[in-house]
């Protein structure tokens, strides 16, 4: 599915046979388990109630699956140029989260590249790249899929007087489009910071860092639903 789903597409096969792996709880839960290595493994997720994918795909706590297996994109990471693999299934954030930007908050002056060229970061304060729609529930990103083989870039610029604003129309997504936000479709974003930034995977704080590179992986792996 390098190529992503199409308007009126099927999407999902029927499951067969039994899952590769059973995870419960947390999206960072769900990536350990897709950074092990198998090829299109088949997973079957019990999310906590914190489960940002899950909310994208509809999946809900408890409930016993239909016996779908929808194929899902993954990002792979390489942090300050470790070879270490690390995995998200469904959100990173470079500096200050949307939802946590306060007047106070200073550009990060990141040089960012997307697909192979630069866009203008000098102003931002904020990279978020999403693979799925929701950030701790919130509808950050509108058109957000994490089936159909692409990831959305967003970066934040937006002058103190108008992050309040933003932050109050991220529940239903009316925060885009902003002037002050570029969105960019992304396979693959190389970020560079001069002084150390947080870095957030999947919702849960990660350190901070001064090189990324982020790599999206179509059909990395198959969730049972």
């Given at each position: 599915?390098?190529?992503g789903?199409r308007?009126?597409e099927?999407?999902?096969?029927?499951?067969?046979?039994?899952?590769d792996?059973?995870?419960?709880g947390?999206?960072?839960?769900?990536?350990?388990?897709?950074?092990r290595?198998?090829?299109?493994?088949?997973?079957?997720?019990?999310p906590?109630r914190?489960?940002?994918?899950?909310?994208?795909?509809?999946?809900?706590a408890?409930?016993?699956?239909?016996?779908?297996?929808?194929?899902?994109?993954?990002?792979?990471?390489?942090?300050?140029?470790?070879?270490?693999?690390?995995?998200?299934?469904?959100?990173?954030?470079?500096?200050?989260?949307?939802?946590?930007?306060?007047?106070w908050h200073?550009p990060a002056?990141?040089?960012v590249?997307?697909?192979g060229a630069?866009?203008?970061?000098?102003?931002?304060?904020?990279?978020?790249?999403m693979?799925?729609?929701?950030?701790?529930?919130l509808?950050?990103?509108?058109?957000?899929?994490?089936?159909?083989?692409?990831a959305?870039?967003?970066?934040y610029?937006?002058?103190?007087?108008?992050?309040?604003?933003m932050?109050?129309r991220?529940?239903?997504?009316?925060?885009?489009p902003?002037?002050?936000?570029?969105?960019?479709r992304?396979?693959?974003?190389?970020?560079?910071?001069?002084?150390?930034?947080?870095?957030?995977?999947?919702?849960?704080?990660?350190?901070?860092?001064?090189g990324?590179t982020?790599?999206?992986?179509?059909?990395a792996?198959?969730?049972?639903v």
């Open positions: 599915m390098t190529g789903i308007p009126g099927r999407w999902g096969t029927e499951a067969s046979g039994p899952s792996f059973d995870v419960a947390s999206d960072p839960a769900l990536a350990a388990v897709v950074g290595g198998l090829a299109d493994p088949l997973i079957r997720f019990n906590g914190g489960s940002d994918l899950a909310r994208a795909v509809g999946l809900v408890g409930a016993a699956p239909a016996g779908m297996a929808l194929p899902l994109d993954a990002f792979d990471l390489m942090v300050d140029g470790s070879p270490a693999r690390r995995v998200a299934v469904n959100s990173i954030v470079v500096g200050v989260a949307p939802d946590r930007l306060r007047p200073r002056r990141l040089s590249e997307i697909d630069p866009v203008e970061a000098g102003a931002a304060t904020t990279l978020v790249v693979n799925g729609q929701y950030l701790r529930g509808d950050v990103s509108p058109r957000g899929h994490p089936g159909d083989g692409v959305e870039a967003q970066l610029a937006l002058p103190p007087g108008a992050r309040r604003a932050r109050s991220l529940p239903g997504g009316a925060h885009l902003h002037p002050a936000i570029t969105i960019r992304a396979h693959q974003i190389t970020l560079r910071a001069p002084q150390p930034v947080p870095l957030e995977i999947d919702g849960a704080a990660a350190g901070r860092v001064t990324l982020v790599t999206l992986h179509p059909s792996y198959r969730l049972l």
